[in-house]
Structures are given as structure tokens and as C-alpha cells.
């Protein structure tokens, strides 16, 4: 059953198909509610259900807590409307550009390049005559043959479409990096869909930027970069790269010489296991708290993070205390793959 929903304060409406969640329908109809695992995992996509009943698809309970649910938020990427009665939801849309279509395409592998000992860079090339629009720091679906999807984020500015660029970790027993790693060679054929989520430089302030990435967290933010060195921007960014090692900062060379060419660009590497083998006189411990050390007051900033979800959730609090305001924290968790195979 279709069931119509509003959504507060723009008064934007759109009819959910049956089985759909609220988000699904909304990105279906071309209205921008902030998401990004989809799959009930990070919490991005909590907003508050003014009148109307929905019930929620499984999910974390990190992402959503009972006392949360007991006061009307909910999570719009696994909830669906209950009953046939409208439902009217609260939340903050996010103005994007018209052009930003998300397509399912095929990509060839151009290139692979191994930039750390579990750190693969692939370069995929779509077919003659596509091009992907999409912001400087959205992520695709990568679509496995049996119906599986994966997560990576796009890791060059939409300025330079000619490849689409990933980095992506070999997680141990992983089913696609497993196979990138030990099967995959360059021609190789793809699929995704995308782009996908609300990870991007918010244009609308001129506040201060800190750019926190964890480990391969280091994509979408380099693709942020680059596209703020293309745009002209002069905005300040700070940028903080945590690793385990100093091979982990696989592209360290490169955040250098952003820095070392742009005055309004910064960069503090981080290693939380510098190794007794390494020279590393650099900062040492987690990322979220070399931010925290050396801001102690971050009312006035904005916070892009991603990486491991752990490093998002400690960040929060971290970040909080120090006065960072909550819709400030601008977040993709790399939340894992769960895998929901579509019945034949
Ligand atoms: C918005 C978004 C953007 C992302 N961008 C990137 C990116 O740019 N680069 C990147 O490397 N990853 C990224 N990820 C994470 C990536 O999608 C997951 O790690 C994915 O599950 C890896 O797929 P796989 O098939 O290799 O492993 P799976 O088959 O999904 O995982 C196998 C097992 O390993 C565990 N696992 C999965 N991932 C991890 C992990 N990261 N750490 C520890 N254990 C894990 C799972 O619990 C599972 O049991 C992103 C995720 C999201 C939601
Ligand atoms: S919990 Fe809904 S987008 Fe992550």
C-alpha cells in the first residue's frame, strides 16, 4: 500500500511504494535527507516523526536508542509506514544540485595500484560517453553478482571524472576486498550505483573546517580537498590523517604537499602504533584526540570525519566536549556490509 508522507518544515511531500522505507521513497522522489550506511548502522539519517505511525527494519542499537524511539525518532533508512494513515516526519533536507542522478553503471578496472600492504587504489573507467556527477566526498555501491552490495567512497573530485578512484581495505575474510586483493585483475568488469549519500563540504559557512580521516577514511576527504584546490576555495581546512603505521599513511606525501603549497591548507598525521622500527617524531594516539589537544574550543569550527565507526562514535563525544555543535559534525562511519541477498 502507497502511504503519502510530509516532511517538516519544507512541507515537501512524496507516496512511499509498498515495502519501501521513508528514505528510500524520499531519494526515489529527489528530496535530500541526510543518510549514510543505510542500513541502520550510523545514525545519520535520525529524525523525529511529528504524526503518523512507522515501524523500523532491523537495526543498531547504537543507531537508535529506546529512549530515542520512545520519543519519536526514528531512523528513515529502515523505517516504513504503518497503516494507511499519512505520516509526517521532521527533517533537515539538504539543498543539492538537480544534475546529481544516482545511475547503476558498469566501470572497467583501468588501473590497480597497491599503496599500502592492505590498501588497494583502483582506478574504474566508465563507459564512453558517461559521466558520473556527483560532490566531492559521496561514496558508491559496488554491485556483487549474487545481489550483495559494498560501500567505497569516491576518492578523487568530481572535477577529474575521467576515472573513478577508490582505496580500498583488505578487511580479513572480506568478500569483495578479499577479492580485489587476491583474485581481481586490471579489464575487470564492475557495477555500482551511486552516488550515494551526504558526505560533502557544506558551501553555506565560512566557519573553519577540520578534516578528520581514519585509515582509508582518507578517501572521500581527499576527494574534499581536491575539490576545494579546484573551486579556488581559501576556506581553512585542517586536515588530521590517523594511522596504525607510517606505511598506513598511504598517500602521505601528497596531504605534505597540500600543505606545503596552500597556506590556508594543514596537516597533522596521527599514528596511534608508530612501531619501535620507524623513525616518527610526528604526533602519536588516536586521531579524535590530537583534534580535541589541540582545539580546545570548537564552537566556531566545522568537523568532516570518516572511517572506522568506532573513531566516528568516540569523535561525537570527544568533539561535543569541547563544544563542537552536534549538526557541525558532518560524519561517514565505514560502517560494515550487511548483507541482504534479494530473493531471485
Ligand atoms: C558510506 C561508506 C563508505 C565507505 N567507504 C569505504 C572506503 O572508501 N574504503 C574502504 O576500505 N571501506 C569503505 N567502507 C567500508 C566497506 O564498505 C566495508 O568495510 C565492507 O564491508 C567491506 O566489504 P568486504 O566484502 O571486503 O568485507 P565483508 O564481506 O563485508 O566483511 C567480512 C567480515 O569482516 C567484518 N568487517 C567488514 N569490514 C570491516 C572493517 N572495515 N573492519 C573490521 N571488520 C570488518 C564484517 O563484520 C564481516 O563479518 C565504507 C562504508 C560505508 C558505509
Ligand atoms: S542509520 Fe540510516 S543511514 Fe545510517
Known amino acids: 500500500m502507497s502511504v503519502k508522507v510530509r516532511i517538516e518544515p519544507s512541507g515537501h511531500e512524496f507516496d512511499t511504494a509498498p515495502g519501501e522505507t521513508l528514505l528510500e521513497a524520499a531519494v526515489r522522489e529527489g528530496f535530500h535527507l541526510p543518510y549514510s550506511c543505510r542500513n541502520g548502522a550510523c545514525g545519520t539519517c535520525k529524525g523525529r516523526v511529528l504524526s503518523g505511525t512507522v515501524s523500523h527494519q532491523s537495526y543498531e542499537a547504537k543507531a537508535l536508542s529506546e529512549a530515542e524511539k520512545a520519543a519519536g525518532l526514528a531512523l528513515f533508512c529502515r523505517a516504513l509506514p504503518e497503516g494507511d494513515g499519512p505520516v509526517v516526519i521532521e527533517a533537515r533536507e539538504i539543498g543539492v544540485a538537480k544534475d546529481i542522478v544516482i545511475k547503476t553503471l558498469p566501470c572497467r578496472v583501468a588501473r590497480m595500484e597497491k599503496l599500502a600492504p592492505d590498501v588497494m587504489r583502483l582506478f574504474l573507467k566508465l563507459p564512453q560517453n558517461e559521466r558520473l556527477q556527483y560532490l566531492a566526498g559521496q561514496y558508491i555501491d559496488i554491485l556483487l553478482k549474487d545481489g550483495r552490495r559494498r560501500g567505497f567512497s569516491i576518492a578523487n573530485s568530481p572535477a577529474a571524472d575521467e576515472f573513478l578512484e577508490l582505496h580500498i581495505r583488505h578487511v580479513p575474510g572480506g568478500l569483495f576486498s578479499g577479492h580485489v586483493f587476491n583474485v581481481m585483475q586490471e579489464r575487470a568488469l564492475l557495477r555500482f550505483e551511486g552516488p550515494l549519500g551526504t558526505f560533502f563540504l557544506r558551501g553555506d559557512s565560512e ?15 581527499k576527494a574534499i580537498v581536491e575539490q576545494s584546490l579546484t573551486e579556488g576555495g581559501k576556506r581553512p581546512l585542517h586536515l588530521y590523517w590517523g594511522a596504525r603505521t607510517r606505511a598506513d599513511l598511504y598517500l602521505h606525501d601528497l596531504a605534505l604537499g597540500w600543505a606545503a603549497a596552500h597556506a590556508h591548507i594543514r596537516y597533522t598525521p596521527v ?28 564552537s566556531g569550527f566545522e568537523v568532516y570525519g570518516s572511517g572506522p565507526p568506532r573513531m566516528i562514535e568516540a569523535a561525537k ?17 565505514f560502517e560494515y556490509a550487511r548483507d541482504v541477498v534479494p530473493s531471485p
Open 207 to 221: 566557519k573553519p573546517v577540520i578534516l578528520m580521516a581514519a585509515g582509508t577514511g582518507f578517501a572521500p576527504i
Open 271 to 298: 599514528l596511534s602504533r608508530p612501531g619501535s622500527g620507524e623513525a616518527w617524531e610526528g604526533r602519536t594516539g588516536y586521531v579524535q584526540e590530537a583534534v580535541v589537544a589541540d582545539w580546545p574550543d570548537l
Open 317 to 333: 563525544e570527544a568533539l561535543a566536549a569541547r563544544g563542537l555543535p552536534g549538526p557541525a559534525f558532518y560524519y561517514d562511519a
